[in-house]
């Protein structure tokens, strides 16, 4: 069996960034309490526990005094300033793509624009996002618009992890709604487009594909919906031990590709077992 691993795969800047910055926090200050999981990982997560990064899913449940980590995907703006006003210690580790999303919204906002966001309205991200439109925001999943009421003019934006063949529609369907005079503001984040591309140039050479990420990781789960609409057997799996050989039996060549919030010691667990697979 021949394994090919994507051109690009796996941790990104900003989660690794992230990581970094809660791992040298807890060492200064014993605890810190991590306002969701800093990255869509168990394996991490498990990690950072092991150093004191404990994570909370809100503002109530850190002590007094307590050090607060603000994750890669950023924070609604009134989680800010309750941590402001409770004299917290803050962690940021919102990613730079992401806090440039979160500005070209309030840009957008403050400039007059109702402001569209393609993304999932219940992830972490986009709820940020939307936050820091004073109301003026409103999240699609699809490019399908329904009959939301939206005041023109209309600025366009997309949850950073989205796949730009997805994103482009949707700009169709709001010009094609609200006319030219709309603001396409192209937040993508350029290490998960790269991601989808080697994804996309690799499915075409194998027979099966695995991608290695957990399911609550956003880029993970779209990573697999790209090898799949390529037609390509696709496994995800979060570790090497979810490795299914049964499955993989008979395929000549796999394909390897791995979200951005999987650690490299994942990938490089799952490539020796395929490697062992393949003999
Ligand atoms: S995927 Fe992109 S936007 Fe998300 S944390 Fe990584 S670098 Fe930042």
């Known amino acids: 069996m021949r394994i090919v691993r994507a051109e690009s795969l796996g941790f990104c800047h900003g989660v690794r960034r992230a990581v970094e910055r809660v791992e040298e926090a807890a060492a200064d200050h014993g605890t810190v309490h991590s306002l969701g999981p800093i990255v869509h990982n168990e394996g991490v997560t498990a990690r950072l526990a092991n150093v ?40 940021d580790a919102t990613c730079p793509v992401v806090r440039r999303a979160q500005e070209a919204a309030a840009e957008a906002a403050t400039a007059g624009r109702s402001v569209m ?122 570790s090497a031990e979810e490795v299914d050989e049964h499955a993989l039996m008979g395929l000549a060549s796999i394909g390897l590709t791995a979200g951005a919030s999987t650690p490299d010691a994942v990938i490089d667990e799952v490539l020796r077992r395929l490697r062992r697979l393949g003999r």
Request: glycine share 10%; aromatic share 6%; charged share 25%.
């Open 52 to 91: 004191g990064v404990k994570v909370v899913w809100s503002l109530a449940e850190v002590p007094e005094g307590g050090a607060v980590a603000i994750t890669a995907h950023g924070a609604e703006a009134d989680v800010l300033d309750r941590i402001a006003e409770r004299g917290q210690p803050r962690i």
């Open 117 to 238: 966001v393609y993304g999932d309205p219940a992830h972490p991200e986009v709820r940020g996002i939307l936050s820091w439109t004073g109301g003026r925001g409103v999240a699609f999943e699809s490019a399908d618009l329904g009959n939301a009421s939206i005041e023109p003019p209309v600025a366009v934006l997309a949850q950073t992890t989205a796949d730009p063949t997805e994103f482009e529609p949707f700009v169709d369907a709001v010009r094609l709604r609200f006319g030219d005079d709309i603001a396409v503001i192209d937040t993508t984040c350029p290490e998960t487009v790269r991601r989808y591309r080697a994804a996309r140039e690799l499915v075409g050479r194998v027979d099966g594909m695995v991608v290695v990420g957990s399911r609550t990781s956003a880029n993970t789960v779209r990573l697999v919906d790209v090898c799949r609409a390529a037609g390509v057997p696709t496994f995800r799996v979060a």
